[in-house]
C-alpha cells in the first residue's frame, strides 16, 4: 500500500468520525456530561445506544404520603439527583416519555419542590411531537395504581397540567416554539384546548383531606390562575397548590 492510499484512508476514516461527532445525537458533549455522572463513560454512552427496548422502562412512583414524608425540596436530591445533567443528553431525551414525565412532575408536586414542578412542566410542554399530547396520557391503573390517594392527585394533577398549558396558549406561546404576538393584553388568544385524558373524568374526590401543599386552599394562597370553574385539586379534596405549573 502507497502513502498516498494509506494516507487518504486515514483523512477519510478521520472525517467520517468527525462528522458522527457532530450529529444530531451530539457524541462528544454527551460523552462530556456522562464522565462527570459514570466512571465509565463510554460504556454509559453505549447503554444509551441499546435499542432494545428504546424507551425507557415506566415505573409507578410512590404513593403521596411516602413522598411528602421527606424534607421539603429533598427528594430530588436523593432520587433524580443527575436528572438535569441527564436532560441535555439528546439519547436520553429521545428515549423519555411522557408518561415518565408526567410520573415525575407527581413526585415533584408530592416532594413540594417547586423549581422542579416548573422545570419538569417546561420540559413537557416544549416535547410538541404528537407522542407528548396531554390527552394521550395513559391510566395509571395500567401501571398498577391501586391507592385512591395517588390517582386522586394524578387525576387532579392531569386536570391541572391540561389547564396549565391553555393559559400558556392563551398568552400566545407555542409548544413548537412559534410563539403568537397578541394585539391586545385583555384579549385571549384563540387556540385550540388542551384537554386532559378521558380517564380523569372517572376519579372521585376522596373521603379526607389529603394536604400535599400544608398553605393550600385554606390559607391567603393567590391560586387564581386556574381558568376552571373548579381547581382540580379542589373538587377533590386535595390540598395543592398549581402556581409553579405556570411558568414562562
Not at 484512508?9 to 464522565?35: A, D, E, N, V
Not at 427528594?75 to 410520573?103: A, C, G, K, N, V
Not at 416554539?177 to 388542551?194: C, S
Amino acid at each position: 500500500m502507497s502513502l498516498v492510499v494509506w494516507l487518504s484512508k486515514k483523512y477519510r476514516r478521520f472525517r467520517w468520525r468527525l462528522q458522527l461527532l457532530h450529529t444530531p445525537f451530539r457524541f462528544r458533549k454527551s460523552l462530556g456530561i456522562l464522565r462527570r455522572l459514570d466512571g465509565h463513560p463510554y460504556l454509559a454512552l453505549l447503554r444509551l445506544l441499546w435499542p432494545v427496548p428504546w424507551y425507557f422502562p415506566c415505573r409507578l412512583p410512590p404513593k403521596p404520603r411516602d413522598i411528602i414524608a421527606y424534607e421539603k425540596e429533598t427528594y430530588f436530591d436523593q432520587h433524580y439527583s443527575d436528572l438535569y445533567e441527564l436532560r441535555i443528553i439528546p439519547l436520553w431525551r429521545w428515549r423519555d416519555t411522557p408518561q415518565r414525565s408526567f410520573f415525575r412532575l407527581y413526585e415533584a408536586l408530592c416532594a413540594h419542590d417547586e423549581p422542579y414542578i416548573g422545570y419538569e412542566t417546561e420540559y413537557f410542554w416544549k416535547r410538541s411531537s404528537p407522542d407528548w399530547e396531554l390527552e394521550k396520557l395513559r391510566d395509571p391503573i395500567e401501571y398498577g395504581c391501586t391507592d385512591p390517594e395517588q390517582y386522586a392527585t394524578m387525576a387532579s394533577l392531569a386536570e391541572a397540567l391540561a389547564d396549565s398549558f391553555n393559559w400558556r396558549l392563551g398568552w400566545g406561546f407555542r409548544r413548537d416554539g412559534n410563539h403568537v404576538e397578541r394585539d391586545d393584553l385583555r384579549t385571549p388568544m384563540e387556540y385550540t384546548p388542551v384537554k386532559p385524558p378521558s380517564w380523569t373524568s372517572n376519579v372521585p374526590a376522596l373521603e379526607e383531606t389529603l394536604v400535599i401543599h400544608d398553605y393550600g386552599r385554606h390559607a391567603d394562597f393567590d391560586d387564581s390562575y386556574f381558568t376552571g370553574s373548579v381547581q382540580p385539586f379542589e373538587k377533590r379534596n386535595i390540598d395543592a397548590s398549581t402556581a409553579s405549573l405556570r411558568t414562562i
